[in-house]
């Protein structure tokens, strides 16, 4: 029981800190309000959740084992993060019409879960888990529950990035503005997604 108030720490700083998901919610509170944004903090929360049981359940001694496998994932992972910075650094204001139009970046459950399937950021917290709060004798239960701690925690913190998004939203009233935010959320998209993969450690 020592160890949960650490991994309740742990869980607290590896979603609250700056990561695609994290940048790409706020993309989407800052576009259509916080409330549009919750299905990608709930679909994004539970993949998370569900990656740290896989996990912990074994499949960290299979990718240990292809370090080849692991380097296909971080680069299908930054190439689908860098297309998806580039689109969001070409999307227009937001407008009926631009919504409609899909050139911004759609970003609801699904797509959220996908991300975190590809974002290495997600799977590095994953193995820190298994490394730091797991050993050989952990039961299966007990991942589940490091597991569904680390989703319930997550929740909130993604929440908070789409509550700052709509901060943002209504702050910005000329296209110039928009501009700009997109631009600057597209370059620390991709230098997130790069930094993630050459300086792991």
């Known amino acids: 029981m020592s160890s949960w108030l650490p991994f309740t720490l742990f869980a607290f700083v590896a979603s609250i800190t700056p990561g695609p998901t994290n940048l790409l919610i706020l993309t989407q509170g800052a576009r259509q309000g916080w409330k549009r944004a919750l299905p990608a903090v709930f679909g994004a929360s539970l993949a998370a959740a569900l990656i740290v049981l896989i996990i912990g359940g074994g499949l960290a001694q299979t990718l240990l084992a292809h370090p080849l496998v692991r380097h296909v994932m971080a680069v299908v992972g930054v190439a689908w993060l860098s297309w998806l910075a580039l689109k969001l650094y070409r999307s227009p204001p937001p407008t009926l019409e631009s919504e409609a139009s899909g050139r911004a970046p759609h970003f609801g459950a699904l797509q959220a879960a996908g991300l975190q399937l590809v974002n ?13 709060f797991t050993d050989g004798t952990t039961s299966t239960i007990h991942i589940a529950v490091l597991a569904l701690i ?34 600057g959320l597209a370059f620390l998209l991709l230098g997130v997604a790069w930094w993630s993969v050459l300086i792991p450690g």
């Open 120 to 132: 290495p950021k997600t799977w590095m917290m994953a193995f820190s888990v298994v490394g730091v």
């Open 150 to 183: 680390f989703g319930g925690i997550a929740v909130p913190c993604l929440a908070c990035w789409a509550l700052m998004g709509s901060g943002v939203g209504r702050l910005f009233r000329t296209s110039h503005q928009w501009q700009w935010f997109n631009r």
